[in-house]
Nanobody, 124 residues
Framework: QVKLVESGGGLVQAGGSLRLSCAASGRTFSRYGMGWFRQAPGKDRECVAA????????YYTDSVKGRFTISRDNAKNTAQLQMNSLKPDDTAVYYC?????????????????WGQGTQVTVSS
């Protein structure tokens, strides 16, 4: 069993930055792919970014490319999402998730463990 806890959400003005962090329990974190997903009211959940177990492969949805950066620290059992140049459309609950296959894919059904989410609100 893996427990994921997100932190770092909040209220920020458009153009600002936030850094989300996901802390994972367990000794097998380094084997998991990690993903950051978001869900805005009335919208489907979407994968914002994902990273493979070795950090050798990353994925970004088109709307965040060049603005968001996903990273991980396997020694600290953490994954991060640096979000720059935030826009009101980025407002959502952000979730981190772990994929036991290690690939870090962009489909939510590939993920096995989920955090409780953290709210990100970007004001215009």
């Amino acid at each position: 069993q893996v427990k994921l806890v997100e932190s770092g959400g909040g209220l920020v003005q458009a153009g600002g930055s936030l850094r989300l962090s996901c802390a994972a329990s367990g000794r097998t974190f380094s084997r998991y792919g990690m993903g950051w997903f978001r869900q805005a009211p009335g919208k489907d959940r979407e994968c914002v970014a994902a990273i493979s177990w070795s950090a050798g492969n990353t994925y970004y949805t088109d709307s965040v490319k060049g603005r968001f950066t996903i990273s991980r620290d396997n020694a600290k059992n953490t994954a991060q999402l640096q979000m720059n140049s935030l826009k009101p459309d980025d407002t959502a609950v952000y979730y981190c998730a772990a994929d036991v296959t290690g690939w870090g894919q962009d489909r939510d059904y590939e993920y096995d463990y989920w955090g409780q989410g953290t709210q990100v609100t970007v004001s215009s």
